[in-house]
């Protein structure tokens, strides 16, 4: 990615749709996890999810990005809600995290997924489970079965790949998970992320700064589609159980 979009992104609260209130909403459908739970966050960006999780569960948390510049955001809230403890910033890949085999009893990753492919990721991440661990996955998904031109024209373009809720539930259970519940993203969050994209392309206007016009263009036409969501597509958050 670009120097200056990346900047850009690490400026954001959060690099997709979502809240703290989203997270622990997803996360209690979970049982109660041990107290020395073992938990990563995969592609964590500036850590909005990693922060919540390691405010509600007090244990330590593997977050994981490529993005030196969105770890050391991470870091920094991390420090200023006393949380350093909690969290250990990792740069790396989430096609292979540096976590071993059977150990972990928590994986999380919210928005992210896709980059692999769901079905790829949730194959290869079982591995990283506890044979009692679990995996909580957001993915955007199809909600209605006949969306709306303007949704299939940004979505079919964007991820060709995206598929309905009852299609991922029947691919993560083939790849060898329990469904224990899914959570679909309210539209506000879609609306509260559009807002913070044009908050931050004012700030760089602010800054005298400047992006590539190609892609404050396509940032232009996803403000308004995520404005416009309605009923028709949303991450799902699917809450899965290693089988």
């Not at 350093?84 to 976590?99: I, L, Q, R």
Request: with cysteine.
């Amino acid at each position: 990615m670009d120097a200056s979009i990346l900047a850009f992104f690490a400026r954001l609260p959060r690099q997709s749709p979502g809240s703290a209130a989203q997270t622990l909403t997803a996360l209690g459908h979970l049982p109660e996890l041990p107290p020395d739970a073992r938990v990563a966050d995969l592609a964590c960006g500036t850590g909005g999810a990693t922060l919540a999780l390691a405010e509600r569960l007090q244990a330590p948390i593997l977050a994981l990005d490529q993005a030196p510049e969105f770890l050391e955001r991470l870091q920094a809230e991390a420090a200023a809600r006393g949380l350093a403890d909690k969290v250990e910033a990792v740069v790396g890949d989430m096609a292979s995290p540096p976590v071993p085999a059977r150990s972990l009893d928590l994986l999380w990753c919210e928005g992210a997924a896709y980059i692999l492919g769901f079905d790829a990721a949730l194959a290869h991440w079982r591995e990283l489970l506890k044979p009692t661990g679990f995996a909580v996955v957001s993915e955007c998904s199809w909600l209605v079965p006949n969306p709306g031109l303007a949704a299939k024209t940004f979505w079919y373009a964007a991820y060709p790949a995206m598929r309905t809720v009852l299609e991922n539930i029947e691919r993560a259970e083939g790849a060898g998970y329990e469904l224990l519940a899914t959570h679909t993203l309210p539209s506000a969050c879609w609306a509260a992320y559009a807002d913070s994209l044009e908050a931050g392309l004012a700030d760089l206007a602010t800054r005298g700064e400047a992006l590539d016009a190609d892609f404050v263009r396509a940032l232009a036409k996803e403000i308004a589609l995520f404005r416009n969501t309605g009923e028709e597509f949303s991450y799902v958050y699917y809450i899965l159980a290693r089988k």
